[in-house]
């Protein structure tokens, strides 16, 4: 057969698998017919439907403030939190009105696709099918993974674990191996910076402290490091979509640090014992979030056979050992209190880390041992890998359904903006300084008429809120229930009105005598629409680029550093 083939076979084998395990990693949901309610589900889905709105009104727009959802007082979330990652969970919502399918049908295609980016990013890394097809069963069947989808419902750092394979894999290949693979760390970290700023922060820091430790080992590496920051430098252009308004907003107005938390680390033995378990309880109902019993039972084969493996694989283990311990409360966090690591809330976050070196180590150990086998052979050890992933996991899913407080089918939208959940919603986190004393009389619809308090009920209606406000006097200055931003603009009969910022934070602004119907709009600036504008080229050069390296034939097809080397003889000729 020949390698074409062979290639081709492989494929096909791969996207079948995962479009099967996928369906695994939902079965547990689809069977119950029910959502865990998760930590961040009610402020989840509240996107969810804000974006399918959006969509649904021919996205109109940037879709900077909530004009469905977050109690319809223009919450500019989209503005600090990217969105166009969970486009994918929105997009579902266009077929179907019901958000727990939407949900079911997001989970199970982002699980494909990390099945994939994990199956050839380890491919590519070891040379070894056994070894990626592992990695990318051990990855996806993982207990922090499962924490993020089912136990928090914290999207964000659910869609981002997707991709940090990719920002894995160019890294190492940068800085040792080949360095047009520069364009993985590109692609990677852009959609992680339009998933979830925490995420990227956290692989940032991977980065810089990743390049640091390599230098004393790597050969030309001024070269290697400004390929490195190249990659990096792209990804301000591809991510632009999101970082241009953000910035823009930022520098408009003062905002408080979303949820202070002070950090603090799991308790050693707690987080062992229940990674042992592999418990998926809620941190409310008394659970710890933690690595899973297949992670542990790695760090303790990887210590068992650590003189066996190669020098990379010692390295990824012992990376493993050092971010598992970061997590918990024998490192000194108080330390990191008032510095920028704060902002991360939760040093459990960082158990991405150990899970993904964990993972690896694992598949390293397969490949050690049994990359000699015939097909026949390694394919039995892939089920055995796969049952001994898989059964645990199911168990402790089952479990964690089976008591956990749980979403019915039939949920309607309604739900979201009951008053119950306004601490659920987080509307506090991106209000301005100066709204943040006023924001329950505000997210009550209470607004102000010459000083006068009273309900103002919004509408929403074509990606824009309604107000109808009446007017006795001549004029009259209102100050509405709606959060002020940058580029929150207000229309009367059509046309733009003046807005001043009140002691609120809120919209103000002056009103004639009669019924005045007030509609308000998020109106792109010129820099977010230069944002877009180089973010859509940026990726498409991009895409380009990608295409012509990875194509076989392709004259581009070769490394920076051959690039570097022939200038440099051309220089001495």
């Given at each position: 057969?020949?390698?074409k ?7 096909i084998i791969v996207?079948?698998?995962?479009l099967?395990?996928?369906l695994?990693?939902?079965g547990?949901?689809?069977?119950k ?10 402020y989840?889905l509240?996107?969810?439907?804000e974006l399918?709105a ?12 909530s004009?469905e959802?977050?109690?319809q007082?223009?919450y ?8 166009m990652?969970?486009l994918?969970?929105?997009?579902v ?7 727990v399918?939407?949900?079911?049908i ?5 699980t ?8 050839y990013c380890m491919?590519?890394f070891s040379?070894?099918?056994l070894?990626a ?6 990855y ?8 993020d989808a089912y136990t928090r ?8 674990l ?6 894995l894999?160019?890294?190492y290949?940068v ?13 990677g ?5 339009c998933t979830?700023?925490?995420?990227a922060?956290l692989?940032?820091?991977y980065?810089?402290?990743f390049?640091g430790?390599s ?6 590496r001024?070269?290697r ?6 990659s ?5 252009f591809t ?7 953000f910035?823009?907003e ?7 640090q979303?949820?202070p938390?002070?950090?603090e680390g ?12 592999s ?12 690595v899973g019993?297949?992670c ?5 084969l990887g210590?068992f056979f650590?003189?066996k ?6 390295v ?5 050992i050092?971010?598992l ?15 920028p690591?704060s902002?991360?809330?939760f ?6 880390f ?12 397969l490949?050690?041992f049994f990359e ?6 390694k394919?039995g050890i892939?089920?055995?890998t796969f049952?001994?992933s898989f059964?645990p ?10 008591t ?16 119950f959940?306004r ?5 506090d ?8 004393h006023?924001i329950?009389?505000i997210?009550?619809h ?6 006068e308090?009273?309900f103002m009920?919004p ?6 809120l309604?107000?109808e406000?009446p007017?006795?006097?001549?004029e009259?200055?209102?100050d509405?229930?709606v959060?002020?931003y940058?580029n929150t ?8 009105i003046?807005?001043?910022l009140?002691?609120?934070g ?6 004639k005598?009669g019924?005045?119907v ?9 820099v ?11 990726w498409?050069?991009?895409?380009l680029?990608?295409v ?8 581009i097809?070769r490394d ?14």
């Amino acid at each position: 057969m020949s390698k074409k083939k062979i290639r081709s076979k492989e494929h096909i084998i791969v996207f079948a698998s995962a479009l099967f395990l996928a369906l695994l990693f939902i079965g547990p949901m689809l069977v119950k017919g029910k959502l865990v309610f998760g930590d961040d589900l009610t402020y989840q889905l509240s996107r969810i439907i804000e974006l399918t709105a959006w969509l649904k009104n021919g996205m109109q727009d940037f879709p900077g403030i909530s004009v469905e959802s977050f109690y319809q007082i223009g919450y500019g979330v989209n503005i600090f939190y990217p969105w166009m990652t969970l486009l994918l969970f929105s997009s579902v919502g266009l077929f179907t009105e019901n958000l727990v399918v939407s949900v079911y049908i997001g989970f199970y295609l982002y699980t494909f696709i990390t099945l994939l980016i994990s199956y050839y990013c380890m491919k590519q890394f070891s040379n070894s099918w056994l070894a990626a097809a592992a990695f990318s069963i051990l990855y996806t069947f993982s207990i922090y993974r499962t924490i993020d989808a089912y136990t928090r419902f914290a999207l964000a750092e659910f869609i981002a674990l997707t991709f940090i394979p990719l920002v894995l894999l160019g890294s190492y290949e940068v800085l040792f191996g080949k360095t047009r693979y520069w364009i993985l760390v590109t692609i990677g970290f852009s959609l992680i910076v339009c998933t979830h700023v925490l995420s990227a922060f956290l692989i940032c820091i991977y980065l810089v402290l990743f390049w640091g430790i390599s230098l004393y080992f790597l050969e030309n590496r001024v070269k290697r490091s400004l390929v490195l920051l190249f990659s990096g430098l792209v990804s301000i252009f591809t991510s632009a979509v999101f970082l241009f308004g953000f910035i823009e907003e930022q520098l408009f107005q003062t905002f408080l640090q979303p949820s202070p938390y002070q950090l603090e680390g799991n308790d050693t033995f707690q987080l062992i014992s229940k990674s042992i378990s592999s418990d998926l309880l809620q941190s409310s109902m008394g659970g710890i979030y933690n690595v899973g019993f297949t992670c542990i039972l790695l760090l303790f084969l990887g210590a068992f056979f650590f003189k066996k493996l190669e020098l990379k694989a010692k390295v990824i283990y012992i990376l493993g050992i050092v971010t598992l311990f970061l997590t918990t409360d024998g490192f000194p966090w108080s330390i990191l209190q008032n510095t920028p690591f704060s902002l991360i809330q939760f040093p459990f976050r960082l158990m991405i880390f150990p899970t993904l070196f964990f993972c690896i180590t694992g598949a390293n150990l397969l490949q050690l041992f049994f990359e000699q086998y015939d097909v026949k052979r390694k394919s039995g050890i892939l089920v055995v890998t796969f049952l001994f992933s898989f059964l645990p996991w199911l168990l402790s899913v089952n479990s964690m359904l089976n008591t956990a407080f749980v979403l019915e089918m039939n949920i309607t939208d309604d739900y979201f903006g009951q008053s119950f959940n306004r601490y659920s919603l987080w509307i506090d986190q991106y209000t301005p300084e100066e709204g943040q004393h006023y924001i329950d009389e505000i997210h009550k619809h209470i607004g102000y008429r010459d000083n006068e308090g009273f309900f103002m009920e919004p509408k929403s209606t074509n990606g824009a809120l309604l107000f109808e406000i009446p007017i006795e006097k001549s004029e009259s200055v209102v100050d509405l229930p709606v959060i002020k931003y940058k580029n929150t603009q207000a229309f009367v009969d059509g046309e733009v009105i003046p807005v001043t910022l009140s002691e609120r934070g809120t919209m103000q602004l002056n009103l004639k005598k009669g019924i005045n119907v007030i509609e308000i709009r998020y109106v792109s600036s010129i820099v977010v629409k230069i944002g877009i504008v180089v973010s859509f080229l940026s990726w498409v050069l991009v895409i380009l680029y990608s295409v012509l390296v990875f194509h076989q034939k392709s004259p581009i097809k070769r490394d920076f550093l051959d690039i570097f080397n022939k200038v440099k003889k051309d220089d001495k000729n």
